[in-house]
């Protein structure tokens, strides 16, 4: 049986993303295939010498993945899950903070961020290698001695290879849904005004435009998601700007999230950047239709099948929603992620790189 480490950052339970619902589904569903994996958070001691290989996520956090590469001396592979959130950082975030990110590039912004973090207490800096290393030659670090990278699309890959001259080996690894979950039921009627948001609230998801988009409309626009613990104005912001046809509902389990995708006729991620949009494959398998952000990767995986909005502008995401609202359900979006977006699919691309690595490397 091959053994791994999938390690991932430190808040990985106390602030859930995607990538918390992408590591734990992988995880357990690689035990099928006879690969056992413990997940480890980055500052959680590891035995190194019990596993075959490691498995990292976030490449945008390299000083999470850095202390573990050197101590352990272990093949591995990245979900790089390569966010940018540069322009979100540079032209809308606000205060001190949002003025002196606007004169740097991305990655010194990403380097200060990780500092900060540290010295408020809200997460640990696990390489000291990182401070003199810098944000951008860590991650160039990683990428050159990974064994393989798993992208969650062709695009995410092409993305690292201009941002890093990357030429390490790769393997599309897509996120998923689990298709016995998400199943719609068409006996259930959708409400043709009512609009769901579902992800952590935060900047980069861009929640206060969307809330401006639809205040005092015909639409009914439930966000549900936690508040993020470092962003709690921008919170406050969402909440005074709503109007009463807008209602919070705090993080749900994906088990109760079925009920809201189920009724509603529209899903919207207006994200600055979105690599996926993982709630939206999940609200498109329930039959809903899909707004989403045109920044990132998101047309690699819902096509035409999509209403995009330009995240910077409120009249493009209330003009997307009104789209979306007036079409029937897509089934060729549906039909299409139950064929190719599963967490089965996930996995099975997953085994195949640990295999290849294992391989590779006589382990």
């Not at 995708?261 to 529209?266: D, L």
């Amino acid at each position: 049986m091959i053994n791994v480490a999938m390690i991932t950052r430190s808040t990985l339970y106390a602030a859930r993303g995607g990538d918390t619902v992408q590591a734990l589904q992988t995880a357990r569903n690689l035990l099928a295939k006879g690969i056992a994996v413990d997940v480890k958070l980055t500052n959680d001691p590891i035995d190194y010498k019990k596993y075959d290989l490691l498995h990292f996520f976030n490449i945008t956090r390299p000083a999470d993945i850095l202390c573990h590469v050197e101590r352990s001396r272990k093949p591995f592979v990245v979900s790089t899950i390569l966010v940018d959130y540069s322009e979100y950082d540079k032209q809308y975030r606000k205060g001190i903070s949002g003025m002196l990110f606007r004169l740097l590039p991305g990655d010194h912004i990403e380097y200060i961020k990780t500092l900060s973090r540290k010295l408020l207490g809200r997460d640990e800096l696990m390489s000291a290698g990182y401070i003199w290393k810098g944000h951008r030659r860590s991650v160039k670090e990683i990428l050159r001695k990974a064994s393989l990278l798993l992208p969650n699309s062709q695009s995410e890959y092409e993305r690292l290879c201009r941002l890093y001259s990357c030429r390490t080996d790769y393997k599309v690894v897509p996120n998923g849904i689990d298709p016995g979950l998400f199943r719609v039921n068409h006996e259930i009627e959708k409400d043709p005004n009512l609009v769901i948001c579902v992800g952590r609230i935060e900047g980069i998801k861009n929640q206060l435009n969307l809330v401006r988009s639809v205040r005092n409309s015909k639409y009914r626009l439930l966000i549900i998601g936690s508040p993020a613990h470092s962003q709690p104005e921008y919170y406050k912001a969402c909440k005074e700007a709503a109007g009463e046809n807008v209602s919070f509902i705090d993080h749900l389990p994906q088990e109760a999230l079925v009920q809201y995708y189920q009724r509603a006729k529209v899903h919207v991620l207006p994200s600055w950047f979105e690599t996926t949009g993982l709630s939206s494959l999940e609200a498109a398998a329930m039959g809903c239709n899909i707004v989403i952000t045109d920044k990132g990767d998101t047309k690699e995986y819902f096509g035409d099948d999509a209403s995009y909005c330009n995240p910077a502008c409120i009249k493009s995401i209330y003009e997307a929603i009104e789209n979306a609202a007036s079409l029937p359900s897509s089934e060729t979006l549906r039909s299409k992620i139950i064929q190719h977006f599963t967490w089965e699919q996930a996995t099975q691309c997953t085994a195949e790189a640990y295999e290849s690595v294992i391989k590779q490397h006589g382990t």
